[in-house]
């Protein structure tokens, strides 16, 4: 399976801060339709995860656009561009191009 | 509003059975594969199981970790799918949540299934 190394673990941040959370593959994501299937959730305390980024890039419908991702192959980045408090959670980043489905391990944003 | 709703967790003892059950609204069923993932408590996700459309012919896959003793199923006329558990062990414990791939990625609220004797 497919294994995803999120960094760093913890995070912490002040308010308006801009911070940046890796996600390394242990394969490539790109698939052979040309697509990659690298997406990002975020879990708020004590709720179920929801979709912000999806194929790497792509902003969900709603979510502020403070956040942005990036990259290829095997290396991707989720980058918050001005930390607010309502951004406080566990974000994960999750793959699709491989079966099984992985996620990984978690990267919990909290304040400093 | 795209919804997905889960039911029928709760506790039980080692090896006994449960199924649980999500119900979808707000976007075309019968079009998305359909996904168990599982949280066990204070650690991250964890995908259990997978069901696809009927043109896939409702091809299943599992995890190893579950393989052999969970079951998915959907009903397109209900918008409905299920996770069928048997044999359950106490590493199972855990929320469980349905999700769809289709647009937005919609999940669920959760299930909690306790194991324990």
């Known amino acids: 399976d497919v294994v995803l190394t999120q960094t760093p673990p913890t995070l912490s941040a002040t308010i308006g801060q801009s911070v940046s959370i890796s996600c390394r593959s242990s394969?490539?994501?790109?698939?052979?339709?040309?697509?990659?299937?690298l997406h990002w959730l975020l879990q708020r305390p004590g709720q179920s995860p929801q979709l912000l980024i999806y194929s790497v890039s792509r902003l969900e419908s709603g979510v502020p656009n403070r956040f942005s991702g990036s990259g290829s192959g095997t290396d991707f980045t989720l980058k918050i561009s001005g930390v607010e408090a309502e951004d406080l959670g566990v974000y994960y980043c999750?793959?699709?191009?491989?079966?099984?489905?992985?996620f990984g391990g978690g990267t919990k944003l909290e304040l400093k | 509003a795209v919804q997905l709703v889960e039911s029928g967790g709760g506790l039980v003892q080692p090896k006994e059975s449960l199924k649980i059950s999500c119900a979808a609204s707000?976007?075309?069923?019968?079009?998305?594969?359909m996904y168990w993932v599982r949280q066990a408590p204070g650690k991250g996700l964890e995908w259990v199981a997978r069901?696809?459309?009927?043109?896939?012919?409702?091809?299943?896959y599992y995890a190893d970790s579950v393989k052999g003793r969970f079951t998915i199923s959907r009903d397109d006329s209900k918008s409905m799918v299920y996770l069928q558990m048997d044999n359950l062990k106490t590493e199972d414990t855990a929320m469980y949540y349905c999700?769809?791939?289709?647009?937005?990625?919609?999940w669920g609220q959760g299930v909690m299934v306790t194991v324990s004797s």
């Open positions: 999750v793959q699709g191009t491989h079966a099984p489905w992985t």
């Open positions: 069901i696809r459309t009927k043109p896939n012919n409702y091809a299943t």
């Open positions: 707000g976007f075309t069923f019968s079009n998305a594969a």
């Open positions: 394969q490539s994501l790109l698939h052979s339709n040309g697509n990659t299937y």
């Open positions: 999700t769809a791939a289709t647009t937005g990625n919609p």
